[in-house]
Nanobody
């Protein structure tokens, strides 16, 4: 069983910054992918960024150059540094852990990010 605990959401003005963190515990495999997704009201959950245990990184086009994902494998923790935030970045951000031969997904409870214009 896996638990993902997120923190760091909040309210910020346009152009501001926030850092999200996600700590994983439980049955964590050495090789895995952790990442962030976001969901706006009435919309589907969208990919934001991911980082593998080997350090490979991918970003959604909408956040490239503004968001930075990082991780500490020893702590099974990832961070998402979000700079130059825009109102369209407002959403519930979910931490994701994907691992195993079945590519099983675990999700955090979500943290709200609100960017005021």
């Amino acid at each position: 069983q896996v638990q993902l605990v997120e923190s760091g959401g909040g309210l910020v003005h346009t152009g501001g910054s926030l850092t999200l963190s996600c700590a994983a515990s439980g049955s964590i495999f050495e090789i895995n992918v952790m990442g962030w997704y976001r969901q706006r009201p009435g919309e589907e959950r969208d990919f934001v960024a991911r980082i593998t245990s080997g350090g490979s990184i991918a970003y959604a086009d909408s956040v490239k150059g503004r968001f930075t994902i990082s991780r500490d494998n020893a702590k099974s923790t990832i961070w998402l540094q979000m700079n130059n935030l825009k109102p369209e970045d407002s959403a519930v951000y979910y931490c994701n852990l994907n691992q195993g031969v079945s590519s099983h997904d675990d999700w955090g409870q979500g943290t709200q990010v609100t960017v005021s214009s």
